[in-house]
């Protein structure tokens, strides 16, 4: 085939990531975290043009944080407790209303990690779904239990329309590209409980520096 495979979606690569972005004492690496988001995107681009309009968004808060990976400023980016603490210390997060950093590495990721709820639940409901279950019900109902109260009624409706179109659970099991429907719950059993101990971990710290309605 001409696609290499680091260009192929591979749910291992997502749990691998998600693995490495938790320090010893428990600080998230942007690094790894980021590299989590790509295999993510990769997935995106499976389905077709019509998730065209997610994944350029999720692409570009991606490209904000790899840029600020690839900047003079890179060693205060090591991990989301070092980015948060220094983007504060030096005044470069718009706190109360869009002004003069728009894509400040906070305000940024904080759009990821409300969108990594909605992968947890998703995933979750995957996991635990029957052959006649609907991708597309799993996923509205993760999408209106999380992401969907921090999108405005446009985002919220295109977003229903495109979810209509997702593949089957089959299908959708065979992208994940592991092996049988045993072998996927089993990964999903695995990766999950990772995702939500970033997820925990990121979530209590914007709620100790108050910083989880960035605009
Ligand atoms: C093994 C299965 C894995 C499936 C992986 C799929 C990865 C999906 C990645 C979705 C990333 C979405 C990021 C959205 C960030 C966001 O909320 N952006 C909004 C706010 O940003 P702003 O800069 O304006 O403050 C922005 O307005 C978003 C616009 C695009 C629409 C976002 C709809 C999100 C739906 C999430 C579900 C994706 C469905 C994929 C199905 C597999």
Redesign the pocket.
């Known amino acids: 085939s001409v696609t290499s495979d680091d260009q192929k979606?591979c749910?291992k690569e997502?749990l691998a990531t998600f693995r490495l972005c938790l320090s010893e004492n428990k600080e998230v690496y942007l690094e790894h975290y980021v590299a989590g988001?790509r295999e993510?995107?990769k997935?995106?681009n499976t389905?077709g043009s019509v998730?065209g309009?997610?994944?350029?968004?999720?692409v570009?808060?991606v490209q904000i944080l790899v840029n600020l990976l690839k900047s003079e400023n890179a060693s205060q980016y090591k991990t989301i407790q070092s980015m948060v603490k220094y983007e504060l210390d030096n005044q470069l997060v718009d706190l109360n209303k869009a002004g003069s950093h728009?894509t400040s590495g906070c305000?940024?990721l904080l759009?990821?990690h409300?969108?990594l709820k909605?992968?947890e639940l998703?995933?979750d409901s995957?996991r635990t779904s029957t052959e006649d279950s609907k991708?597309s019900v799993l996923?509205a109902d993760?999408?209106n239990a999380s992401?969907?109260k921090?999108?405005?009624w446009v985002?919220?409706k295109?977003?229903g329309m495109?979810?209509i179109l997702?593949p089957g659970r089959q299908a959708?099991f065979e992208?994940?590209n592991v092996g049988t429907p045993e072998q996927v719950v089993a990964m999903?059993g695995e990766a999950i409980p990772l995702i939500n101990e970033v997820y925990q971990i990121t979530e209590a710290l914007y709620a100790q520096h108050n910083i989880l309605d960035l605009?």
Do not use: E
């Not at 309009?53 to 999720?58: L, P």
């Open positions: 979606f749910l997502v988001w993510l995107v997935f995106l389905l998730f309009f997610i994944s350029k968004d999720a570009s808060k728009p305000r940024t759009r990821l409300r969108a909605w992968l998703f995933l995957l991708t996923c993760a999408y992401l969907a921090f999108h405005p985002v919220r295109a977003a495109a979810f997702l959708f992208i994940m999903l605009p």
